[in-house]
């Protein structure tokens, strides 16, 4: 009998949405004043701020406000309402249509080069613009804060810090959780973003190391060609 109301109890809260089983990332922020798993600064030098987080919950959002972020990106798809219900958040905290940024930015069965990689350029046009202004700042999260959001984040080092294509894989996306960087996700999420999510760093990472993709010339015309995936290379890029 007591079995059955606990679950009961859990079925109930799980209603209520904030009280529902919620993916978190084991990773703890080292920002002073945000407790959202896994937010770290994502460049530095700039002359605004750069972070990059898991999806936060409503209660944590006044911390981003007052920490002083002036924008968000939420760089996923939604699943069920969470993105409706994240907006209505930011919305309430008194940030704008304009300071929020919803992508739809999909972690498997990602579609076309094309889709992504303008996906990718919004993005990083929006960390661009916060990096350069002053008293500008801006946090940017998928669902957990470790593979989409590493995927930008490391993108972003190359271009802001001229960071190497490996350098920025090790230090920015295993260390904060992507793949299996986070020893804790499951094997066939871990295969699913090395299948996907990897040779498209691959590819946006080459467009960067050429010249082609600057911080100063963020243009949507280099997704107009895909660049050869070089499957040796994803093979062997590897979060231990």
């Known amino acids: ?12 809260l799980c209603s209520q949405a904030a009280f529902c089983a919620v993916l978190r990332s084991p990773l703890p922020s080292d920002v002073p004043g945000i407790t959202i798993p896994n937010t770290h600064i994502a460049a530095q030098g700039g002359l605004g701020k750069v972070l990059r987080g898991g999806a936060p919950l409503r209660h944590e959002i006044r911390q981003l406000k007052d920490y002083g972020i002036t924008d968000i990106i939420i760089f996923k798809n939604q699943t069920r309402d969470e993105v409706d219900k994240e907006i209505l958040w930011l919305s309430t ?27 990718t350029v919004s993005a990083l046009r929006i960390l661009r ?12 999260h998928c669902t957990v804060g470790e593979d989409r959001t590493g995927y930008l984040a490391g ?3 190359m271009l ?41 760093y691959l590819k946006m990472a080459a467009l960067i ?12 015309s280099v997704c107009e060609s895909e660049p050869a995936a070089d499957t040796k290379a994803a093979g062997q890029l590897r979060c231990p």
């Not at 613009?129 to 940017?140: D, H, L, Q, S």
């Not at 960071?163 to 996700?185: H, S």
Request: glycine residues 6%; aromatic residues 12%; proline residues 4%.
């Open 1 to 12: 009998m007591r079995k059955t109301i606990g679950v009961l109890c859990v079925i109930l």
């Open 93 to 119: 905290a008194g940030y704008s249509a304009a300071q929020i940024h919803h992508i739809p930015f999909l972690w498997k069965n990602m579609g076309t080069f094309r889709q992504s990689c303008e996906q």
């Open 129 to 140: 613009e916060a990096y350069i202004t002053p008293r500008k700042a801006v946090f940017f």
């Open 155 to 157: 993108l972003f080092r």
């Open 160 to 200: 802001a810090e001229k960071w190497t294509m490996q350098k920025a894989f090790k230090q920015e996306l295993c260390k904060n959780g992507y793949e299996a960087g986070d020893t804790r996700k499951p094997a066939d999420i871990v295969t699913e973003v090395r299948a996907g999510l990897t040779p498209l």
């Open 209 to 220: 190391s050429s010249g082609v993709l600057t911080i100063d010339d963020l243009n949507y």
